[in-house]
């Protein structure tokens, strides 16, 4: 059986990111980072058939293009009112094939888990800047105080100073 008798292409998924990177004029060190792949490793994965389904989604994102249609011939196609809730657009004209919602689904899916790590990483900062903004009150306390002492003594040494 060949897979476009069950509606798949066969894609070197590589040159279509490579041939995506250069139609928007992106760096091939700025996509390396978007992935998270390091820059000298960026030329492997143009020149790879295959990728990992993580680095296509965040791929999609970077380049602004759902790469996962390429492999689907099939236009299963939904209705427009439901593409337009599944892809919360608001837009009735889409036609949009499962593929292209499922992976629109996918990427809303690691935007939410990013967005749940900053969302942690922030809780972790405001708690260290509370912890920091309540040690210097008591350094700012501490220090009152020593001049508080240290007036009190200049205070005491010119009373002596004055009864002579």
């Not at 008798?5 to 279509?16: F, K, P, R, T």
């Not at 960026?42 to 492999?71: H, P």
């Amino acid at each position: 059986m060949l897979l476009s008798d069950i509606g798949l292409n066969e894609v070197h998924i590589g040159e279509a990111l490579e041939k995506r990177r250069k139609a928007i004029n992106m760096s091939k060190s700025d996509l390396a980072r978007k992935i998270g792949v390091r820059q000298q490793h960026i030329n492997k994965v143009f020149e790879n058939d295959t990728i990992d389904t993580g680095k296509l989604i965040l791929a999609s994102r970077a380049l602004s293009f759902n790469f996962f249609t390429l492999y689907s011939s099939k236009s299963n196609n939904v209705s427009a009112f439901l593409s337009a809730v599944a892809l919360g657009d608001g837009n009735a004209e889409n036609m949009i094939g499962d593929a292209a919602i499922a992976s629109q689904l996918q990427l809303q899916a690691v935007q939410i888990n990013d967005m749940n790590e900053n969302k942690e990483i922030l809780k972790d900062q405001v708690q260290t800047l509370k912890d920091q903004v309540e040690t210097l009150k008591s350094q700012v306390k501490l220090q009152e105080s020593t001049i508080k002492e240290k007036d009190d003594i200049i205070a005491h040494y010119k009373d002596l100073v004055n009864k002579k």
